[in-house]
């Protein structure tokens, strides 16, 4: 279903520990719905593999699992955002702290604009865990696959333009538990600032242990009643 040109813009915040399965459910949203899919991450990579003076600053925090200092990634989505077409966004990997998740709400509404929906990806650790660590990625279009649950065609070869895939540096045993760490202290009270102001938003809760089609299906269900309205 692409998006009607008539519709509401959609406005979408993902939330979910790493590994949820966020950047696999943006990409399908995305062809469904014709959004612009804004990945934090993905665009920090972009700046590391550039050598931006940007990507320098963050490549240590991302590789220790930490998160890179808010002042930096405020401005780097918000300038991201303005870019967005009239279909809408979605944001996968921001807002991070809630100080993020603020100063998003008072750029939109400096534009009239406000999210819309959040959709919190709910996974259990020991999964995320399983995930990462048979994560493999393209370098070159950021499709994601998994040895296991996700296989491309050919082995370790992206199904869309035969570029080798990648393991992602931070996807180690330590840095992963260091990343839920910082999930679990940083990132978990967002959606307690979203529930505690939610204004005119639907906050969803959706089941990300299941596999990848049954998650869509589950986010397909609430997606497509907005994109109606
Ligand atoms: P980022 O790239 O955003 O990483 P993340 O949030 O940790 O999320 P991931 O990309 O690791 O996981 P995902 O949820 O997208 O899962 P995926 O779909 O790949 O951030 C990296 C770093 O950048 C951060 O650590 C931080 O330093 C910095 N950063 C980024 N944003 C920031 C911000 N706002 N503020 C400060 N710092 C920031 O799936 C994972 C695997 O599971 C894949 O192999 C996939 O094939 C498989 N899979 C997916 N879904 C399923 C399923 N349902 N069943 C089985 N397997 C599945």
Known sequence: MRAPAS???????????????????????????????????????????????LGKKASGFMDS????????IIEMMIDEIKKAPIAGFI??????????????????????QEIDTILNLQIDDQVVAERMTGRRSCPKCGAVYHIENLKPKVDEICNNDGTKLIQRPDDSPEVVANRLKTYHRQTKPVL????????????YDIDANKNADEVSTLIFERLDVLARA
């Open 91 to 112: 944001l996968d990997g921001f807002p991070r702290t809630v100080n993020q998740a603020i100063e998003l709400d008072k750029a939109l509404a400096r534009c009239e």
């Open 192 to 203: 307690d600032y979203y529930k505690n102001n939610p204004g005119a938003r639907e906050i």
């Open 7 to 53: 519709r509401e813009p959609m406005r979408i915040v993902l939330l979910g520990a790493p590994g949820a399965g966020k950047g696999t459910q943006c990409k399908r949203i995305v062809n469904r719905y014709g959004l612009q899919h804004l990945s934090s991450g993905d665009i920090l990579r972009g700046q590391r593999a550039a050598g931006t003076e």
């Open 65 to 72: 699992g930490a998160l890179v200092p808010d002042q930096i």
